[in-house]
């Protein structure tokens, strides 16, 4: 029984060891469950020789730690004669320790904890009610039913302990109650306890090796977490400031709004009188005060005004994983609009014809309207929230935007608690399920984002480039830098939060060591995600072993933008040469991603490594991240771009309705064989060829699919799927959509690894805990938009004088 037991307890370890926090290669969690199941015979191999390391067999082992009365009554029994036995120092403050070696300064331990701790022993025998509650708090050793839960984890009852306080009055207890988690590194296996407060952790260590001393040992066993307030460094504090002086600009730009504004245009309208110039001539910069961005229902972020917004989508400003903007924007195209208007607004005089025009120029006043305006919550939630769709808008867009970014949602509700589950045996066999494919095959999520990156970035710069508004060696630099503007100051606020702020929301048994790790990871790599390349810094790298794990994404989508006007250009000028310099690229992506698949022999189904080349590390980012492996469904965005340009001016055309069956036909079958066609390969022997093909092809095949959908549905052939797609209520959750990227993976992390208990899951609780994350993500995004999106752009129209 024993055997067996640790058998399933080790390969619940492995599980939880492998299993990654972010969505690695093609169906990973599913490739890497069925990995797991060869690795039984070596798991419990490695947990025999950790035992006998120690003096112990692997019955002793397992029947001393599962005992908890046994494990208090050796404590008991041992602990005094130990701690008498202990040399007693003194510091130069005059506190007093306990020191169990002389010449490890690191096992001293402070007499009040020593005798708090005896406190404690003492009176769990006389039956005090704080001792047993203290006691009752501690989580079990894994039991037998751990063979069929594979539930090697138990958090106890950490309120228990840590709602036990001293009594001031009657000194019983004289100390509070600290949490802690006893991990044995690298089998998931870990229980809680409870403490007292007047130890620290490094102390609780060291009073937890006295228990190996007890029975014979001379290396610790265990390492125990403690819940303990995470302490406020200068940086989290200067980060804080800074968000708070945000938030106070946002308050004054609202009561300016609310309440000043129509004070500052009237006294701007007398000036006017007082000039005697009633008729406005109106600058490319200079535009109603009244209106929200035009008449368009472009987001927050917007610098596009009614006309423009009327050409590129009401979508443009987020797409989905990072791609707010889809690249190009036409509200910033070049020193002409800026050089013209030299940031004035100018009246002009009622006189005969040939007269000597009178200019007036309220700069000041005109910069203040700006930049108060783009703080204005009032403003900024109006155009957030509309719905309006204008009449050329490419509403199909927000719906595929949408529904990925919940596909993506889904997807890390169901991951990031694994591991942190009551009845892994059943979430496991719940993931063997075809159904359950939907759920693990949610990368192509992120593809999704890919076509609709390189669709808009193709159909909005050819058409610059058409209307010769991108003809300029400056024009191309505020292309960039717009695009980096668009994108860079929300993400470094997301990275501010989850890398500064996070430790600090709520307190649990892991969070203090995923803290730890995230902060040592961004304080080398931190400036990798400024420049966008943090997909390649440090090479390889992997993607759960990073600063910000999920952001990935956002430098690959920013490493292809910045390619794309080497293509656009050529595609402009000769549809042929870019036509073939597309597929050029798309061979060698393909080909790239073919050799490392063929070299490393990576299987589809959990299958050992064809080949037996190792990874260096194991879980090293080969192709998931890399922008070479992951460009073709961008260069197919990007043909259905150009497509669509071409198809501008043509507005009679119709498709096929034949081609048009046939077409949604062969795109709904390669979705559904993508996601669900690894079915089968499940529980057999997959040959190498088959997993070269699904894991070359299969990304690509999606992204055609996706651009099917696409044109389809723009060209009035999207029938019922593209009046669903189309819906108004996807416009305002397309604009959250970036900010939701961003925060989610935060918030998600935060929950799971602050909760006092494990979850127990059913497909119930999956559809309750999906919709939650949903809600939270989206509210908050909707904050982040509020507070930083939204003014930042704003500023941007103010710099480049396109403000009201």
């Known amino acids: 029984m024993a055997k067996s037991l640790w058998t399933s307890l080790l390969f619940l370890g492995t599980v939880l060891h492998c299993a990654s926090p972010i969505f690695g290669q093609l169906s990973p969690e599913l490739d890497k469950f069925w990995k797991t199941k060869s690795l039984d015979k070596r798991g419990l191999e490695s947990v025999q020789n950790l035992f006998a390391e120690h003096g112990l067999t692997f019955e002793e082992g397992v029947e001393l730690l599962s005992d908890k009365k046994r494990v208090f009554k050796l404590v008991r029994e041992k602990f005094t004669e130990l701690v008498d036995g202990a040399t007693i120092t003194q510091n130069e403050s005059g506190d007093r320790f306990y020191s169990f070696n002389e010449e490890d300064q690191q096992q001293l331990v402070s007499e009040i904890c020593i005798d708090h701790i005896r406190l404690f022993l003492r009176d769990l025998i006389f039956n005090e009610y704080y001792a047993r509650r203290m006691a009752a708090s501690f989580g079990e050793f894994p039991t037998e039913e751990a063979e069929f839960t594979l539930n090697a984890r138990d958090y106890g009852f950490p309120w228990l302990c840590r709602s036990t306080k001293a009594n001031l009055t009657s000194g019983v207890p004289p100390f509070d109650g600290k949490s802690c988690y006893a991990d044995i590194p690298y089998t998931g296996i870990g229980w809680a306890s409870?403490?007292?407060?007047?130890?620290?952790?490094?102390?609780?260590?060291?009073?937890?090796?006295?228990?190996?001393?007890?029975?014979?040992?001379?290396?610790?066993?265990?390492?125990?977490?403690?819940?303990?307030?995470?302490?406020?460094?200068?940086?989290e504090i200067a980060f804080t400031t800074l968000l708070a002086f945000f938030a106070l600009l946002v308050v004054i730009g609202t009561f300016y709004d609310v309440y000043l504004k129509a004070l500052v245009l009237e006294k701007m309208s007398r000036k006017k009188k007082e000039k005697n110039t009633p008729v406005a001539q109106k600058e490319n910069i200079y535009e109603d005060p009244d209106r929200l961005d035009g008449d368009s229902a472009i987001a927050t972020s917007s610098l596009d005004d009614g006309e423009e917004a009327r050409e590129r989508c009401s979508v443009d400003t987020n797409e989905g994983a990072g791609e707010i903007n889809e690249g190009y924007e036409k509200g910033v195209e070049g020193p002409t609009d800026v050089d013209k208007a030299a940031l004035r607004l100018e009246f002009s005089e009622r006189q005969p014809q040939g007269s000597k025009k009178k200019t007036y120029t309220h700069l000041?006043?005109?910069?203040?309207?700006?930049?108060?305006?783009?703080?204005?919550?009032?403003?900024n939630l109006g155009k957030l929230l509309s719905a309006k769709k204008t009449p050329n808008t490419m509403a199909v867009l927000n719906g595929l935007r949408v529904l990925s970014m919940f596909w993506v949602i889904l997807g890390h509700s169901c991951q990031f608690i694994l591991g942190f589950v009551s009845n892994a045996s059943q979430y496991y066999a719940m993931a063997g399920n075809a159904g359950f494919l939907a759920i693990l095959n949610g990368t192509f999520s992120v593809d999704t984002f890919f076509v609709l990156s390189g669709f808009l970035v193709t159909y909005l710069t050819l058409k610059q480039i058409d209307s010769k508004k991108l003809n300029s060696v400056l024009s191309w630099c505020l292309f960039y830098f717009h695009r980096w503007w668009r994108l860079t100051p929300v993400y470094m606020v997301a990275l501010g939060i989850w890398a500064l702020l996070m430790p600090h929301f709520g307190q649990g048994f892991l969070k203090e060591g995923l803290g730890d790790f995230v902060k040592s990871f961004c304080r080398r790599y931190w400036w990798t995600h400024l420049l966008y390349f943090n997909n390649l810094l440090p090479f390889p790298g992997s993607v759960e072993d990073s600063c910000m794990g999920w952001s990935w994404y956002l430098a690959n989508d920013m490493q292809f933008f910045i390619i794309s006007p080497l293509i656009l250009v050529i595609l402009h000028k000769n549809a042929k040469a870019g036509i073939a310099l597309i597929i050029s690229l798309l061979v060698v992506s393909l080909s790239a991603l073919f050799g490392l698949n063929y070299y490393y022999g990576f299987s589809i189904n959990g299958q050992e490594s064809y080949t037996g080349r190792p990874l260096e590390p194991s879980n090293a980012d080969i192709t998931y991240a890399k922008p070479y492996t992951r460009i073709p469904t961008y260069l197919v965005g990007m043909v259905v771009g150009y497509v669509m340009f071409r198809l501008k001016d043509k507005k009679d055309f119709k498709l096929n309705k034949v081609v048009a069956c046939v077409g949604w036909l062969v795109a709904l079958g390669i979705m559904s064989q993508v996601i669900y066609g690894i079915y089968w390969a499940q529980g057999r022997y997959s040959p190498f060829a088959e997993a070269l093909i699904y894991l070359t092809f299969s990304r690509l095949a999606w992204g055609v699919a996706i651009g099917w959908v696409i044109f389809a549905c723009l060209v009035g052939a999207g029938g019922p799927i593209g009046e669903f797609l189309g819906w108004s209520f996807w416009v305002p959750m397309a604009r959250l959509s970036y900010a939701a990227y961003l925060i989610h993976p935060v918030l998600m992390t935060n929950n799971v690894y602050t909760t006092q208990f494990l979850y127990n899951i059913t497909y119930v609780t999956i559809a309750y805990h999906f919709i939650g994350n949903v809600v939270v993500s989206y509210t908050a995004a909707l904050v982040l938009s509020l507070l930083i999106e939204g003014p930042t752009l704003g500023l941007e129209k103010v710099m480049f004088g396109r403000f009201k």
């Open 194 to 235: 409870c403490w007292p407060s007047t130890c620290t952790e490094l102390e609780v260590n060291t009073v937890s090796f006295l228990f190996w001393i007890i029975i014979g040992q001379t290396t610790p066993f265990l390492y125990l977490d403690c819940v303990d307030p995470a302490p406020w460094l200068t940086s």
């Open 364 to 379: 000041g006043w005109a910069i203040l309207h700006g930049v108060l305006m783009s703080f204005s919550i009032y403003n």
